[in-house]
């Protein structure tokens, strides 16, 4: 799965444009809403905890300016599903899914704002 194109508030992904905050999984990609928009809570992640055993790393992409912070419960329980976690800000982490799902198992939620 790639990411086609990427622009404050708009994302494309395999030909599907999305205008909301997505989460991407391998196979599946969903409308993604946070409890707390700028705040990324282990609640806030189910899909990922659910299929965890075929996921090797999680890429946050924490909006335009990096305004969405990761909590701490997210990063312990990625360690201890070892699951890698990579934070970056979203144009960074579109560039980061694109290379890293072609060889491993990639997951990944982008904030498309902020």
Not at 27 to 55: C, F, M, P
Not at 61 to 77: C, F, L, Q
Not at 91 to 114: D, I, P, Y
Request: glycine share 8%; aromatic share 8%; net charge positive.
């Amino acid at each position: 799965m790639s990411i086609e194109e990427f622009s404050f508030g708009r994302v494309v992904v395999e030909g599907r444009e999305f205008k909301n905050d997505i989460l991407i999984t391998p196979g599946d990609i969903l409308n993604w809403r946070r409890e707390k928009g700028h705040y990324l809570q282990e609640k806030d992640l189910k899909k990922i905890w659910d299929s965890y055993e075929s996921i090797d790393v999680f890429i946050a992409g924490t909006g335009v300016n990096g305004k969405m912070k990761v909590e701490t419960e997210v990063k312990k329980r990625c360690e201890k599903l070892k699951i890698e976690l990579i934070k970056l800000d979203t144009g960074q982490a579109v560039k980061k899914f694109n290379l890293m799902s072609k060889e491993r198992s990639a997951a990944c939620g982008l904030h498309l704002t902020c």
